[in-house]
């Protein structure tokens, strides 16, 4: 019985330190025992169900079985603690630390710039170092399949795997003598950059012509320290001694949960008689995830890791027999040994069960994760119960009544997550049969051999080009180089703190948002009764306790928390303040709402049946349309659907609010783009002036525009919970509730006629934009703005009228992305203009050529295009790419494949720059300088990873004068640059590095006398010269843009201040068989005006084309037809990993195209990439149309945004998808609608 057992003292080392745990809860994660009890918060929380790896660390222990120490990464978000026992963990802090001395894998990353925002770096450094405690000098593919656990949302990847390349045993650059283009290893396969070379040499020396300007030099391998493996912290002595002794069983036992780990099979299956509704837990990935997001509560665990019986392999005379609890990745190793020492023919089972495992999670997941664990799950979207029914494999089944053997084939199986397992039955072994021979293959079709082959990507390669800073330019001005993000290395080590990494204040609270479960509803009752029991329960908040005003939002639109009606699924309502995070999180889901429903509005169609949308619509109209289409040759019209987005910024939302207790003053750090904002909404809820509220930001583990205005909707609830309680009051959104309250990338239907010549010169456009806006105004008019300023993408369109409206639906109020519209303005471009393409018959590049604009042409709204270097860098991309050869080798490839066909696409981008609210457009900076010549710089932005701080260290260096090294920005915050626009709109460098450049120069006005009476001093000389003189050693700097208006009315105006262009070419190749594709090569020219640092723009190209490619391609959110989103993690909604990323990368900036309108002449570049991305969908769309004329079609088309597997291969029509017609609307409910 449960209270007979005693609980036991749980002992494990952390970093070398021994780890003595009386009180321990079984449910409580590694994660949570690092970060909270061990006040180690380098090992990050990003997800919470083991998809997106930042909560990586190394697990190393005495294995009996292999008798050698082994080491392993795992989620430390999904390890339960209880299963530390005897283990040693390694986290990011253990490995190295800006102190001491980085690690090897923590420098790499940092100065190979593969850290933005520094969220995901921990994990992806524990990643590597548990890959290379391994295997010290593994080969490259190695390294890519390791980070199949690991997502980041900045980088776009490649700078990380170009960093890590250089651990590779067959990385062939050695690094010495790359002190300009080229590479070393002439005549050697896998150059610097990862191609192939030829005899020629390294595929560098191919722009010769550029040599002398040109640099592909972003870091320099030569300056890494080498790995050193027996530098390597030891395993703990104490563990090694424990090996030979016999482990003893052990019981912990928390508030709901009892943890029993039995030592023998006799007694595991005795526990499994006395509580047959025990689980067997070895990976917890499913069970944790269940406890976690299902809400399930599992009283008693029995951990069957330690029973020799269920972690044997055995090979016998029919195949290879695996304990039930052998981990994935022992599987993985044992059956690839079979593979390679086995006759083919008898290893064919083996082979499929290894090429499902490639594509099964990562290895955090798999070195956990069990056999037996999978296939008793009894899930219907199992990797590998088909290939083991398929196969006939056998299972041994055990109870105390005795043991029997069944096959695996379809009466396994009783029903959703059942098996024919009797409750005191376990699972005890599976044998896998080896296989027979076959003749498959002879009987194949050249033709059709292409339906045979599987899908695999090859490995990475890239090249990164930009201009060389001019010779002769002071090797302490940083302007213009590759500097390293400031905080790279700190985020390397785990040190770089974010909102949540704060330690806890004495006396923190812990507030969870309860939020409603329907999407338009009044509320009729909130029951909080059963949330009181929850042991550690402070309080219930609700509108009734916000001491001013519920109203909030951008329009004044929207209630802190929801008071009578819900609009939305995910709408606030209140929240529970509890002592700790999982005491609050409980008691929210034990409070009980009373609805009274009405029926929601959902999707965009829905809001234009209703005509519920908000306010009237836009239009810019230019010309004469009526005209334009009468003297057209052609005319077509048609609709895309383009659906929204989620930021998926690694870090979700977090607040911590203090109340200071004194004068209504309150302290609070967020993670957000908007400091100003947060400031006006949490003074308004609390009924105070603005000047009594404190806001702190010091960085962000990213935010893409979701932290712009959503991040106020916690921050005002958690101020209202610190002020109710006279608190510290803390929250950090789990990832399901940050995707379910807060909004993303608003979806889009673009509706449009276009009239248009046989040559394909556009004549003619009208077009509708309808946005899906959700449940408040936010920022929906001004996405939609943008989206009607990028109606014309890059073309000079005659005769052109667009109007958008945006729609008012029972969703989550949807905000701003990257890109703010313009990404989903343009896509509608290129859709009619791939129609225009498809109808003329006509090569797409040319058509796209013979539009673009001129220098000196005006756009739709009558701005003029000066230095419009879109043309240049359209040639360079054409050349680059080597877009006609390519041509031609594609249409060769798709001749000779049926069932894969390969797709190539060329598309432009321009992009306005400032806010369209042009207000906004302005920004301050405030230097301090102290006697001993350091700087403290503030400025109005914030850093979420885009580099924004370096950069405008970069710029009051050259500005003063002084090294980088001398100047520090320490935090963004109210009380030092007021009123702050929000950090977005691309402009933020623009903006606060021309108010940093004022405010150095007047710092730099006042020393001037003290310069001229001591030349030959140095600056601290003069600050102290001028600090004797009472001279002020602190200057402020204000900056707005000039000259920025545009009335709607006239259609007259200069919205923007300059445009950032570019071009990229991308090539896929798509299995029409199943929708997927690859993406095989990209190749991108970006003007970023004269680059203030190459390294930082190039990232930020590859990162914005990355998160496009995912906009395009993979990520769909879906939801119900009531308006609940269904797609809430990084399980169910796919987000671009180290895998999708171009197979090979090519990014170059374009020379010599300096900018005028902004500092030292640079150009904005944190959203223009992102559209560039479309050239993928574009190339995709392009290989569709080779698979749709093995059918005999032709002409246009239609694919909707994103390119999925599925929309991919129901457009590629062939005698398959002609055999499952859709269903016809209205003949049935659908589990998902399209928003
Ligand atoms: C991020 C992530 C990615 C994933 N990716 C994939 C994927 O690509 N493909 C896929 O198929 N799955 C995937 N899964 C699901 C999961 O990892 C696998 O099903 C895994 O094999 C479960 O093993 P486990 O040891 O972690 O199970 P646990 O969570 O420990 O247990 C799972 C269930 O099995 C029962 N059980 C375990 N062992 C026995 C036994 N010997 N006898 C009787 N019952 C037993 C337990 O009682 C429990 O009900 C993923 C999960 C996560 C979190
Ligand atoms: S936080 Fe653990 S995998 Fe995402
Ligand atoms: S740097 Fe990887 S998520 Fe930001």
């Known amino acids: 019985?449960?209270?007979?057992?005693?609980?036991?003292?749980?002992?494990?080392?952390?970093?070398?330190?021994?780890?003595?745990?009386?009180?321990?809860?079984?449910?409580?994660?590694?994660?949570?025992?690092?970060?909270?009890?061990?006040?180690?918060?380098?090992?990050?929380?990003?997800?919470?169900?083991?998809?997106?790896?930042?909560?990586?660390?190394?697990?190393?222990?005495?294995?009996?079985?292999?008798?050698?120490?082994?080491?392993?990464?795992?989620?430390?978000?999904?390890?339960?603690?209880?299963?530390?026992?005897?283990?040693?963990?390694?986290?990011?802090?253990?490995?190295?630390?800006?102190?001491?001395?980085?690690?090897?894998?923590?420098?790499?990353?940092?100065?190979?710039?593969?850290?933005?925002?520094?969220?995901?770096?921990?994990?992806?450094?524990?990643?590597?170092?548990?890959?290379?405690?391994?295997?010290?000098?593994?080969?490259?593919?190695?390294?890519?399949?390791?980070?199949?656990?690991?997502?980041?949302?900045?980088?776009?990847?490649?700078?990380?795997?170009?960093?890590?390349?250089?651990?590779?045993?067959?990385?062939?650059?050695?690094g010495k003598g790359i002190n300009g283009p080229g590479c070393c290893m002439t005549g050697k396969v896998g150059g610097c950059c990862g191609r192939k070379v030829n005899d020629t040499g390294c595929c560098m020396n191919e722009k010769e012509d550029n040599a002398a300007m040109v640099s592909s030099i972003l870091f320099n391998p030569a300056e890494f320290h080498p790995l050193d493996p027996t530098q390597e912290p030891i395993f703990p002595p104490e563990l090694l001694n424990q090996k030979d002794k016999p482990q003893e069983p052990l019981c912990f036992k928390g508030e709901r949960v009892m943890w029993i780990q039995p030592t023998t099979l006799e007694e595991l299956l005795a526990l499994k008689a006395q509580y047959s509704n025990a689980k067997l837990v070895v990976g917890n990935t499913e069970v944790g995830i269940e406890m976690r997001l299902k809400n399930m509560l599992y009283p008693v665990i029995i951990a069957p890791a330690w029973i020799p019986e269920m972690t044997f392999v055995q090979h016998t005379e029919e195949g290879i027999t695996f304990g039930a609890a052998c981990t994935l990745s022992f599987v993985e190793v044992v059956l690839k040994k079979a593979v390679a020492e086995l006759p083919s023919y008898k290893t064919e089972l083996f082979q499929a069960v290894l090429e499902q495992l490639r594509w099964f999670a990562g290895p955090q997941i798999k070195n956990v994760a069990a056999l037996g664990g999978n296939i008793m799950t009894a899930s219907p979207i199992s990797d590998l119960n088909p290939v083991f029914m398929a196969c006939g494999s056998k299972l041994t089944l055990a109870s105390n009544e005795g043991r029997r053997t069944i096959r695996?084939?379809?009466?396994?199986?009783?029903?959703?997550?059942?098996?024919?397992?009797?409750?005191?039955?376990?699972?005890?072994?599976?044998?896998?049969?080896y296989s027979r021979k076959n003749n498959l293959d002879e009987l194949v079709p050249s033709k059709y051999v292409s339906a045979t082959e599987v899908f695999h990507k090859d490995l990475v390669a890239n090249v990164q080009l930009f201009q060389e800073v001019p010779a002769g330019q002071s090797v302490e001005d940083m302007v213009g180089r590759p500097m390293v993000h400031l905080s790279a290395a700190k985020q390397a080590c785990g040190e770089a703190v974010y909102c949540d990494d704060m330690p806890c204040y004495e006396n923190e609270r812990y507030l969870t948002l309860v939020t409603s479960t329907k999407a338009h509803a009044k509320i009729i009752s909130i029951d909080t009764t059963e949330a009181q029991s929850v042991p550690g329960f402070v309080c219930f908040i609700s509108a009734k306790d916000i001491p001013g005003s519920n109203d909030t939002g951008i329009a004044n639109d929207e209630p802190v928390f929801a008071d009578n009606m819900v609009t939305c699924i995910g709408h606030i309502i209140g929240g529970v303040v509890a002592d700790t995070h999982?005491?609050?999180?409980?008691?929210?889901?034990?409070?009980?709402?009373?609805?009274?429903?009405?029926?929601?509005?959902?999707?965009?169609?829905?809001?234009?049946?209703?005509?519920?949308?908000?306010?009237?619509?836009?239009?810019?109209?230019?010309?004469?349309?009526?005209?334009?289409?009468?003297?057209?040759?052609?005319?077509?019209?048609?609709?895309?659907?383009?659906?929204g987005q989620e930021h998926f910024y690694l870090e979700t939302h977090c607040t911590i609010a203090v109340p200071?207790?004194?004068?209504?003053?309150?302290?609070?750090?967020?993670?957000?783009?908007?400091?100003m904002k947060t400031q006006e909404c949490v003074a308004s809820a609390l009924g105070v002036p603005a000047n009594r509220i404190l806001v702190r930001v010091k960085r962000m583990g990213g935010g893409f525009g979701g932290k712009e205005s959503?991040?106020?909707?916690?921050?005002?609830?958690?101020?209202?919970?610190a002020f109710k309680t006279g608190h510290p009051v803390r929250c950090m959104l789990d990832r399901d509730e940050d995707m379910l309250i807060t909004g993303g990338r608003h979806p889009f239907l673009g509706r449009y006629k276009v009239g248009f010549m046989k040559n394909g010169k556009i004549n003619s456009l009208e077009v509708s934009y309808y946005s899906n806006g959700g449940n408040s105004e936010d920022l929906s008019l001004a996405v939609m703005d943008r989206a009607l300023f990028h109606m014309d993408n890059s073309y000079n369109i005659p005769n052109i009228k667009g109007v958008g409206t945006v729609c008012k639906t029972n969703l989550s109020s949807n905000t701003a992305l990257r890109g703010f519209g313009g990404p989903q303005g343009m896509m509608v471009v290129e859709c009619w203009m791939s129609d225009v393409i498809l109808t003329c018959g006509l090569p797409a590049e040319q058509v796209r050529k013979l539009n673009l604009y001129n220098?000196?042409?005006?756009?739709?709204?009558?701005?003029?295009?000066?230095?419009?270097?879109?043309?240049?860098?359209?040639?360079?991309?054409?050349?680059?790419?080597?877009?006609?050869?390519?041509?031609?080798?594609?249409?060769?490839?798709?001749?000779?494949?049926?069932?894969?066909?390969?797709?190539?696409?060329?598309?432009?981008?321009?992009?306005?720059?400032?806010?369209?609210?042009?207000?906004?457009?302005?920004?301050?900076?405030?230097?301090h300088v102290y006697i001993d010549g350091s700087v403290l710089l503030t400025h109005g932005g914030t850093e979420m990873g885009q580099g924004l701080h370096t950069k405008m260290i970069q710029v009051a260096s050259r500005t003063l004068g002084i090294p980088t090294t001398s100047i520090h920005i320490s935090e963004t915050s109210t009380n030092t640059v007021p009123n702050t626009s929000a950090t977005a709109a691309s402009v933020s460098t623009d903006l606060n590095g021309m108010a940093v450049h004022k405010a150095c120069e007047t710092i730099l006005e006042r020393l001037e006398p003290f310069k001229r009476s001591n030349p030959k001093g140095s600056w601290k000389d003069w600050v102290g010269a001028a600090y004797v003189k009472c001279v002020s050693l602190s200057a402020t700097g204000f900056y707005r843009i000039p000259?920025?208006?545009?009335?709607?009315?006239?259609?007259?105006?200069?919205?923007?201040?300059?445009?950032?262009?570019?071009v990229a070419c991308s090539e896929v190749e798509i299995d029409c068989l199943t929708g997927d594709h690859k993406n095989l090569r990209t190749d991108i020219v970006m003007d970023v005006g004269t680059s203030l640092n190459p390294?930082?723009?190039?990232?930020?190209?590859?990162?914005?084309?990355?998160?496009?490619?995912?906009?395009?391609?993979?990520?769909?959110?879906?939801?119900?037809?009531?308006?609940?989103?269904?797609?809430?993690?990084?399980?169910?909604?796919?987000?671009?990993?180290?895998?999708?990323?171009?197979?090979?990368f090519y990014v170059s900036l374009l020379r010599d195209c300096p900018n005028s309108k902004a500092i030292y002449s640079s150009k904005a570049v944190g959203e223009p990439p992102l559209f560039l991305s479309a050239s993928v969908f574009y190339a995709i769309k392009d290989a569709i149309l080779a698979a749709r004329a093995e059918s005999g079609l032709t002409g246009p088309f239609r694919l909707d945004s994103p390119a999925t597997p599925e929309r991919i291969r129901n457009a590629c029509v062939d005698m398959f998808t002609k055999l499952c017609p859709s269903a016809k609307p209205g003949t049935f409910k659908p589990w998902s609608v399209r928003v």
């Open 710 to 721: 959503r991040s106020t909707l916690l921050s005002t609830a958690v101020a209202v919970a």
């Open 1 to 174: 019985m449960a209270s007979e057992r005693t609980t036991d003292q749980l002992i494990f080392f952390v970093n070398g330190k021994k780890v003595l745990e009386k009180n321990v809860d079984p449910e409580t994660t590694l994660l949570t025992y690092l970060r909270r009890k061990l006040g180690l918060p380098g090992t990050k929380l990003g997800c919470g169900e083991g998809g997106c790896g930042a909560c990586t660390v190394m697990i190393s222990k005495f294995d009996n079985s292999q008798k050698k120490i082994v080491h392993y990464s795992v989620n430390a978000c999904l390890f339960p603690i209880c299963a530390l026992h005897h283990v040693a963990v390694t986290t990011v802090e253990g490995i190295g630390s800006t102190k001491t001395r980085l690690h090897a894998v923590q420098e790499r990353i940092a100065k190979s710039h593969g850290s933005q925002c520094g969220f995901c770096t921990p994990g992806i450094v524990m990643s590597m170092y548990a890959l290379l405690r391994n295997r010290p000098q593994p080969n490259m593919e190695e390294i890519e399949e390791n980070f199949q656990g690991n997502l980041c949302r900045c980088t776009g990847y490649r700078p990380i795997l170009q960093g890590y390349r250089t651990f590779a045993k067959d990385w062939s650059c050695c």
């Open 408 to 433: 695996m084939d379809e009466n396994f199986f009783t029903g959703y997550r059942k098996t024919v397992l009797k409750p005191k039955e376990i699972l005890l072994s599976i044998e896998m049969p």
């Open 1095 to 1144: 390294a930082i723009d190039i990232g930020q190209i590859e990162g914005g084309f990355i998160q496009g490619l995912g906009l395009f391609t993979l990520e769909e959110l879906r939801y119900s037809p009531e308006g609940d989103l269904y797609t809430r993690g990084p399980g169910m909604y796919k987000i671009p990993a180290f895998g999708d990323i171009p197979t090979e």
């Open 855 to 927: 220098e000196g042409d005006l756009t739709h709204f009558n701005q003029k295009l000066e230095g419009f270097t879109l043309r240049r860098c359209w040639e360079e991309c054409l050349v680059n790419s080597k877009y006609y050869a390519r041509r031609k080798l594609i249409d060769e490839f798709n001749r000779q494949n049926r069932w894969k066909k390969r797709g190539i696409a060329i598309i432009p981008t321009k992009f306005g720059i400032s806010f369209t609210l042009s207000f906004l457009n302005q920004a301050g900076a405030l230097v």
């Open 660 to 675: 200071k207790g004194e004068d209504g003053e309150m302290e609070l750090f967020v993670s957000t783009q908007n400091p």
């Open 582 to 643: 999982e005491h609050s999180r409980r008691a929210a889901k034990a409070v009980k709402i009373k609805y009274e429903e009405f029926t929601p509005i959902v999707t965009i169609q829905e809001a234009i049946e209703k005509q519920s949308f908000y306010k009237s619509p836009r239009k810019i109209e230019k010309g004469d349309v009526q005209n334009g289409f009468e003297e057209s040759d052609h005319i077509v019209e048609g609709e895309m659907y383009i659906g």
């Open 1043 to 1062: 000259n920025l208006r545009y009335d709607y009315e006239k259609n007259e105006g200069n919205p923007f201040n300059y445009f950032s262009y570019g």
